[in-house]
């Protein structure tokens, strides 16, 4: 059973920094991309960044670009988004997702944590 636990959420001013965290449990066997993803209410769940843990490759949504890194600690199974710069319009529920393989579209991961809340106040 392939368990995802966030962490790492709250609530901050614009132009702060929070670092999300991911931590896989069980054994995700061929599941080689993390993402996260961000839902806004009353809007569809959207890609922010992606990382394949076989060659490193990642990948961001254009909106946080030079803002956010994605990055793994192998020896904790555990992927981060430092999120720097923070954005009123960075509000969401933010949630990580394992795959076999890199989409934009939610519905090609398999493995989904609960989400953590995210809020950027002006």
């Known amino acids: 059973q392939v368990q995802l636990i966030e962490s790492g959420g709250g609530s901050v001013q614009a132009g702060d920094s929070l670092r999300l965290a991911c931590a896989a449990s069980?054994?995700?066997?061929?599941?080689?991309?993390t993402v996260w993803f961000r839902q806004a209410p009353g809007q569809e769940r959207e890609f922010v960044a992606a990382?394949?843990?076989?060659?490193?490759?990642?990948d961001y949504t254009d909106s946080v670009k030079g803002r956010f890194t994605i990055s793994r600690d192998g020896t904790k199974n555990t992927v981060y988004l430092q999120m720097n710069s923070l954005k009123p319009e960075d509000t969401a529920v933010y949630y990580c997702?394992?795959?076999?393989?890199?989409?934009?579209?939610?519905?090609?991961?398999?493995?989904w944590g609960q989400g953590t809340q995210v809020t950027v106040s002006s």
């Open positions: 069980g054994r995700p066997f061929g599941m080689y991309v």
């Open positions: 997702a394992l795959g076999t393989r890199r989409s934009y579209s939610s519905a090609s991961y398999n493995y």
């Open positions: 990382l394949n843990r076989m060659d490193g490759i990642t």
